[in-house]
Structures are given as C-alpha cells and as structure tokens.
C-alpha cells in the first residue's frame, strides 16, 4: 500500500543523497577531465536539499515526492544537469499518480528518459547521462514485457545496462554538453552524468533488494 512505498522510496532517496556524498570527488573528478570540475558538487548540493525535505515527503504520496524532488533538484542545481535531472524526475512523476506498479514504473522510467532527451537534445552515443538511461530503460521494459521477469530482477538487469552504457561513454567523442567543447579530445573519459546516473541505479537497486 502507499505508506509502504513512501517509506522504500524515501530510503530509496537517503540511500542516494549518502551514495551522492560519497561519490563527490569521484563525480567532480570526473567532470574536472571532460567539463568544468563541478558535477560531484552539483549533484551534492541537489541531494542535501531534498533531504532536508524528507519529513515533509513522510505526507506525501509517492508520485508527489519525486516531483518534491524534482522542483527541489531544480531550485538547488544550476549548471546541465539540474534541470536535466530536475526536470525530467518533475515531469515524470505524473505516470507515478497510481502508485508504484511494475506497469507505471516502465511509464515513468519511460517519460524520465523521453524528457532528458527533449530537454538535452541528446541522441545515444553523444557521451552524455542518455548513454547510460536508454539501455537501461529499455531493459527495463523488455525484462518485464517481454521476458516477464520481476520488477526488481528487471531492474538489476537495467543497472547492469547502465553500467555498460557508462563504460560505452568512455572510447566516444561527446556531442552535448560542455564535454563536447573538447571535439576529440573527449574520447577515453567516463561521462560524470551517466556515472551519477548509474550510481542513483545502484542505490535504488540496494534499497529495493533490502
Ligand atoms: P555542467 O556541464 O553545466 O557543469 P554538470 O557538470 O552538473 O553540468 O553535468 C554534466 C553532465 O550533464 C554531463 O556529464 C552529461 O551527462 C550531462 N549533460 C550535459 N549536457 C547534456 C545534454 N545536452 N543532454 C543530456 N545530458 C547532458
Ligand atoms: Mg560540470
Ligand atoms: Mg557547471
């Protein structure tokens, strides 16, 4: 029922702003190669906003806590990935209004994807956070539609996914975002948005299997 899934989702969220924290260095490192050396600070300052919102999430349905945490990503992050991010989680929480189903969970990861898309104007393989959603979702939907595995067994595949899509970002030239400023000479690094994307996977995955 819904006081069940506020509660994963909400330590689904302080499971990513901890994972966040800790990866600061990792993410800004990152960015400090291929962009302007803030993305570990972007996404920190991001999440240490919306935890600081968790006990008014405790009120809220789920579908009204991710847009919280979209507007609050928003308000907090400047820079591309901010409204990216922001953005995309606000818009897409709509297909969340049901509740958490296996069924509205692909919609939503579906929406969230199309947004960042729409709103970066990135196609696959321009080195950017697209690179590590699209295999992802598409996982995702497959595993469940198709092959009709569990939401959660579907969803460590789609981390898997992601994982590959963030080490496919490594040997390509970026066409989108600061990294593509560099032309060529963005080839041999790791994209920090679809690391930070990954990285938010693997903490929802943890905190689904727990
Ligand atoms: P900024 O580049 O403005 O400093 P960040 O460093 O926080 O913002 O975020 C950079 C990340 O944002 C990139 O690694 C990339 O994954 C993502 N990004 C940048 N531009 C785009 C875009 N047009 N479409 C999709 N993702 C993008
Ligand atoms: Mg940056
Ligand atoms: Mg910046």
Redesign the pocket.
């Known amino acids: 029922d819904e006081s069940v899934q506020r509660e994963a989702l909400i330590a689904a969220i302080e499971n990513v702003a901890a994972r966040i924290e800790a990866e600061k260095s990792t993410l800004t490192d990152l ?1 400090s190669a291929i ?2 050396a ?2 570990g600070n ?2 920190h300052r991001g999440f240490e906003a919306v935890v600081e919102k968790v006990d008014e999430f405790e009120e809220m349905s789920p579908a009204d806590i991710v847009k919280t945490v979209g507007t609050t990503i928003i308000g907090n ?6 409204p ?1 991010y922001g953005g995309s989680l606000m818009s897409a929480s709509q297909e969340l209004e049901d509740g958490i189903t296996a069924e509205t969970s692909i919609a939503f990861a579906e929406a969230y994807l199309e947004k ?2 729409d ?4 196609h696959l393989g ?5 690179d590590a959603l699209t295999p992802a979702v598409h996982t995702y939907k497959k595993s469940i539609e198709h092959d009709d595995l569990p939401p959660l067994t579907a969803f460590a595949k789609a981390v898997d996914a992601a994982e590959r899509g963030v080490e496919f970002t490594v040997p390509i030239r970026a066409a ?4 593509s400023f560099l032309g060529w000479r963005s080839v041999g690094h790791q ?4 690391t930070s994307t990954l990285f938010i996977m693997q903490e929802i995955l943890k905190t689904a299997e727990e």
């Open positions: 960015d962009g302007d803030d993305h972007n996404m992050v400047g820079g591309a990935s901010g990216l960042v898309k709103r970066g104007d990135a321009a080195k950017t956070m697209v989108k975002g600061r990294a994209d920090p948005g679809a």
